[in-house]
Nanobody, 123 residues
Framework: QVQLVESGGGLVQRGDSLSLSCVAS????????VGWFRQAPGKEREGVAC??????YYLDSVKGRFTISRDGAKNTMYLQMNSLKPEDTGVYYC??????????????????WGQGTQVTVSP
């Protein structure tokens, strides 16, 4: 069974850090482009960070603060979030897409989504 399961969300204060994890099962994560999206209340879902074998994309507002990575041995992807701001609040979703399909953080093809984990940053 194909599954992506996120963890690591929570309630933190401005300036704190969080590390999100997304464990994949039923397929090999290394064979896919991977990324993280978020959705704030009343807003559309947006791509935060995505990576392929050749490129890594970050939303402008998180550059220098967030880092996407993956561990093939654990079949897991991560999002390290530092210097968190209240505007980072939202539900964070991990996503994977085909290795040859571009623009995962934009309009590119998404194969699987996680169920989401809530991140709340207080002022």
């Amino acid at each position: 069974q194909v599954q992506l399961v996120e963890s690591g969300g929570g309630l933190v204060q401005r300036g704190d850090s969080l590390s999100l994890s997304c464990v994949a099962s039923g397929f090999t994560l290394a064979n896919y482009n991977v990324g993280w999206f978020r959705q704030a209340p009343g807003k559309e879902r947006e791509g935060v960070a995505c990576t392929s074998t050749s490129t890594t994309y970050y939303l402008d507002s998180v550059k220098g603060r967030f880092t996407i990575s993956r561990d093939g041995a654990k079949n897991t992807m991560y999002l390290q979030m530092n210097s968190l701001k209240p505007e980072d609040t939202g539900v964070y979703y991990c996503v994977v897409g085909p290795p040859l399909a571009p623009d995962l953080c934009g309009l590119g093809i998404k194969d699987y989504w996680g169920q989401g984990t809530q991140v709340t940053v207080s002022p």
